[in-house]
């Protein structure tokens, strides 16, 4: 992974293929690369020739500018590292140069760029190796440009699809050869690709995200689990997992370049934690009542059919999952089960048709999480439903309802308002499930709906605290260690707080609920370690006021997000930030900003990179 972009054009390709780099470096990658075919804009001596680089998409231009490279036909790629270290070695798109060829003193024959994982690329590479094939890289991606170029027999397509039977794992691929100047096979298992059909037909492309064709072409095609494809000047031709041919269905899809547009702010986390009133404010729009269908026709049937709900997801998404099991049992009191979707489907678990399957996934191809939602499937679970932020995803296309948030583009990799925007999809889901069962009365929906409908104006008021917790941040931008305290449905939201922290600041956090201190955290407080703690008025406040004494008693330092009627006072080691208002069960949506807030302001005092921390990928499309 972690992004991809190929084209088959008449004219130079390259500057498309950068600038869909370009936006989709939210992504978060450590390399970059470009390769054409020069044949392909008529200069037959020309080769393939590549770009590649550590640095960022800006630097690849530079050099692709330097080294005049041009082509009609090329791939694309931003990498993050699975298999070898971030180093241009192992940066795509890789060459297979043939046999016995030591990788500068032949002419490249196979260009592959590649997302996924190849999990029998030891045996593979060993098979090669036997045959004369020389590895330069660490890569698992390097196998499959030998496999292809050892296989390839006078037609690409032929090879890649042979090549295809013989690998185990997750594939998202794009490949050309250089006897073939004006085609690009490509493929697809268990990471999303994409085909773009050429405005005038004159020119076919390949992406892993439709925003990467922004204002090249809205005409796009879903490749499905398995397809391969064909693409060459004007057309295309889509194979199945079964090696028939088919059609997709291409769909008009408006991917606006200029929702990544950073504007005034600083760094686009900032940008994103400010634009979640508007973006509650658009997820909920149109909604009048609530009832079963806001997630897709036949819902009152699955939801009436249903007694237990099953939560898969990974990461932030999953501690939002975590606060709606706190919703669904309290308001409609139906069990509920959050899986770390990585983990549920390796253990044996206890399958019950009479399950309601929700995932969760900003981006909608999670690797992890899909994953995870064929397991449940295959073991019979068919009442599924997704929350994401992207309409025309693969958990979209698979699951049998869904509710798709309206979060717009998030570029930063610490994810914000689709957090947010999940937790009010999950409320919205909660409800319907409530009524469903004839839980919910017409006085109790009216008023949930007013609270829902006074999120944006209440967001704005927490967003007013931003310079109370850049104080607080310059006193966490010295520190190593911090903790988090919540409790009940501030429990989920502590760990996300310690997760943002994590995710962009480098300083080690974690969260615990509250009443667990004394059973082991406790041990770790020290005037060093600030205690971050969520404190709502609700009916477990004098509870957390005691753990909070149990932390100063050891000299530790709280710093204490309460509302305003808790009666919790600064003093000395105690620093409070006071919310305007008690939201009730919606109080997790507008505890979590300060906390997002404070990673932000940390991260920024400590000179990281916010939006692109180390190590991380924004779309997580590998196991």
């Known amino acids: 992974m972690c992004g991809i972009v190929g084209a088959v054009s008449t004219r130079n390709i390259v500057p498309i293929l950068v600038q869909g ?5 939210y992504r978060g990658y450590d390399s970059c690369g470009v390769a054409v075919h020069a044949a392909s804009l008529g200069q037959p001596q020309g080769g393939l020739r590549r770009a590649r680089s550590t640095d960022r998409v800006s630097e690849l231009m530079a050099q692709v500018q330097t080294d ?36 500068t003193d032949s002419a490249p024959r196979v260009a592959l760029v590649h997302n996924g994982i190849i999990e029998n690329h030891d045996a593979l590479r060993a098979a090669l190796q036997a045959k004369g094939y020389v590895f330069v890289s660490q890569t698992d991606t390097e196998v499959i ?7 390839y027999h006078g037609d690409l397509f032929d090879a890649v699809k042979a090549a295809l039977d013989q690998l185990q794992g997750a594939y998202a691929v794009a490949v050309f050869h250089k006897d073939e100047p004006h085609r690009v096979v490509g493929a697809r298992a268990g990471s999303p690709l994409i085909l773009g059909v050429g405005k005038d037909h004159s020119e076919t492309f390949l992406a892993s995200d439709a925003m990467a064709l922004a204002g090249v072409t809205d005409q796009i095609v879903y490749l499905e689990e398995g397809d391969a494809v064909d693409i060459q000047l004007g057309k295309y031709w889509i194979e199945d997992r079964a090696r028939q041919a088919v059609t997709r269905t291409v769909q008009t899809v408006q991917a606006h370049s200029g929702a990544a547009e950073l504007g005034p702010y600083r760094h686009y986390m900032q940008k994103e934690i400010f634009e979640q009133p508007r973006a509650i404010a658009d997820t909920l729009e149109g909604i009048e009542g609530i009832t079963p269908e806001l997630f897709g026709d036949g ?18 998404s999953y501690y939002s999952g975590c606060v709606a099991k706190y919703w669904i049992e309290a308001i409609a009191h139906i069990p509920c089960q959050v899986e770390i979707a990585s983990e549920y489907r390796y253990r044996d678990s206890v399958p019950d048709p009479r399950t309601l399957v929700v995932t969760l996934s900003q981006s909608g191809e999670t690797a992890d999480t899909l994953a995870a ?27 049998k309802l869904a509710y798709v948030t309206r979060a717009g583009t998030e570029i930063g990799v610490a994810s914000t308002k689709a957090f947010t925007t999940q937790l009010a999809a999950l409320f919205l889901l909660t409800l319907a499930l409530a009524q469903t069962k004839g839980l919910l009365s017409d006085a109790h929906e009216a008023m949930h709906l007013k609270d829902m409908r006074h999120l944006p104006a209440a967001l704005q008021a927490v967003l007013a605290l931003e310079p109370q917790v850049i104080a607080w941040a310059q006193e966490f931008a010295s520190k190593e260690n911090a903790l988090f305290l919540g409790r009940g449905t501030h429990y989920p939201i502590a760990l996300e707080g310690a997760l943002k922290l994590k995710e962009i600041t480098y300083i080690h956090a974690e969260a615990y609920a509250a009443g667990e201190l004394k059973h082991g955290p406790l041990a770790l407080v020290t005037s060093a370690m600030p205690v971050v703690t969520v404190a709502p008025n609700d009916a477990l406040l004098e509870k957390l006021k005691s753990n909070m004494h149990e932390v100063r008693a050891r000299g530790g330092v709280l710093f204490v997000l309460a509302d305003a009627d808790t009666h919790i006072e600064s003093s000395e080691g105690i620093h409070v930030i006071r919310m305007l208002e008690h939201y009730g069960l919606l109080s997790p949506i507008l505890h979590v900003v300060p906390l997002q807030l404070l990673a932000y302001h940390t991260a920024c005092a400590r000179g990281t990179d916010v939006d692109k921390p180390r190590n991380l990928a924004k779309s997580v499309t590998v196991e």
């Open 21 to 25: 780099l370009q936006r989709l470096e």
């Open 68 to 103: 005049q490279i041009e082509g009609g036909t090329g791939i694309a790629h931003t990498r993050w590292a699975t298999h070898g270290a971030p180093a241009v070695r192992n940066a795509h798109p890789h060459f297979s140069h043939g046999p016995h060829a030591s990788g």
């Open 145 to 151: 440009a030998h496999l292809v170029d050892s296989l």
């Open 299 to 316: 819902a009152y049937s699955v939801f009436k059919a249903i007694d237990r709900v099953l939560i898969l997801a990974c990461g932030t």
């Open 373 to 399: 939602l064929r397991h449940a499937q295959s073991l019979g679970m068919h009442n599924t439903l997704t929350i994401c932020n992207v309409g025309t995803s693969a958990m979209v296309r698979e699951c």
